[in-house]
């Protein structure tokens, strides 16, 4: 009996986990293909979510979305989320000094996520969607993450296959990115040029925590015009420092062997 609740409970995960940013609204065929289970198993399965207002159903084209009681887990999920309690007003505070958009990054296995995320008041800026699960190899605050990592960690994500390009601009091959990741260790910060979204850059640092471990990254980012050689110098310092004092509210203590950056290079 515990094995076919543990396999019930697997089925449903499963047909959760098929709703993407990118693929907000499912059928039942669709989502029978990509759990690869029945379309019968599967739409029982959405039904029983439907009802218990986890999925709701369109009334014509009879697609399932995600429903508002995950929105409200979601929101218990974050209004408990002591790293983004710390970091926030730190984050207000970067906006300001900048005018660009800020976003704090959780480590999730070895991929991360955002947590929180104040947009630019801008006419034209880069918005960073809360909820969304990114990739670490990829992108200014994936790249700062990683490069402070367990190296048994960083060698798990550049074999996972594949690396997948997301722009013509993502680095995708192993020796690049170990070669980006050396130079980011010695600065203390990663800076990245349309490598998640086209025409968009960032600057990011790592977050640690009590025991010297990365858990999480701090980036600033929009359109790529706004970031010249100047401003990037200016964002990279702001980033270094701000993410420090939120490590350290986190009960992190830099040591004295550190990169160039001020960002404690272990």
Known sequence: METDNRSVMQNIIAVIDCFEISRPALGVREASRLTNMAPSTVGRIMQDLRDSGLLE?????????????????????????????????????????????????????????????????????????????????AGSAGKAMLAFMPEQTVQEVLQSAPLKPFTESTIIHPEMIRKGLSIIRQRGFAVSHGEWVADASGVAAPLFGIRREVIGGLSISGPSTRFDLERISEYANLVIEY????????????????GSGGIDAH
């Open 57 to 137: 159903q369109d009334d014509e084209t009879r697609a399932y979305r995600l429903g508002s009681k995950i929105l409200y887990w979601a929101g218990i999920l974050l209004s408990t989320t002591e790293l983004r309690d710390v970091a926030y007003p730190f984050m207000l505070e970067i906006k300001d000094r900048t005018g660009e958009t800020v976003s704090l990054y959780q480590l999730d296995g070895n991929e991360r996520l955002c947590i929180e995320r104040i947009e630019s008041d801008q006419n034209i800026r880069m918005v960073n969607r809360i909820g969304q699960r990114l990739p670490l190899y």
């Open 243 to 258: 993410a420090r004092r939120i490590s350290e509210k986190r009960g992190y203590v830099q040591s004295t062997n550190h």
